[in-house]
């Protein structure tokens, strides 16, 4: 069965920082696709980073710089590192696993950031 699950969010001081994790299981870890997505509330859930089976990442242009995605296959683990934190980083940040082998996707269960001024 596939699970993904979340954790590392909280609550914050603007310029602080925050490493969010994904630990995934039903997959072959090391052969999927991971991705970081964020939902303001109020707002529509944004794409926030993608860290390809390859190692590949990206990032929304306004993001790049002080958020930083990485992986541990080791661990079945995606990670989030976010630095230098502002208010507007608020949001529920849901990571996504996509597996290109059987075509199958899965989101988790979302973990709560909140910056404050």
């Known amino acids: 069965q596939v699970q993904l699950v979340e954790s590392g969010g909280g609550q914050v001081q603007a310029g602080e920082s925050l490493r969010l994790s994904c630990v995934v299981s039903g997959f072959i870890f090391s052969q999927i696709h991971m991705t970081w997505y964020r939902q303001p509330p109020g707002k529509q859930r944004d794409w926030v980073s993608t860290?390809?089976?390859?190692?590949?990442?990206q990032y929304t242009d306004s993001l790049k710089g002080r958020f930083i995605v990485s992986r541990d296959n080791a661990k079945s683990t995606a990670y989030l590192q976010m630095n230098n934190l502002e208010p507007e980083d608020t949001a529920v940040y849901y990571c996504?696993?996509?597996?290109?082998?059987?075509?199958?996707?899965?989101w988790g269960q979302g973990t709560q950031v909140t910056v404050s001024s």
């Open positions: 996504r696993a996509f597996s290109p082998q059987t075509g199958n996707t899965h």
């Open positions: 860290i390809w089976a390859s190692g590949l990442t």
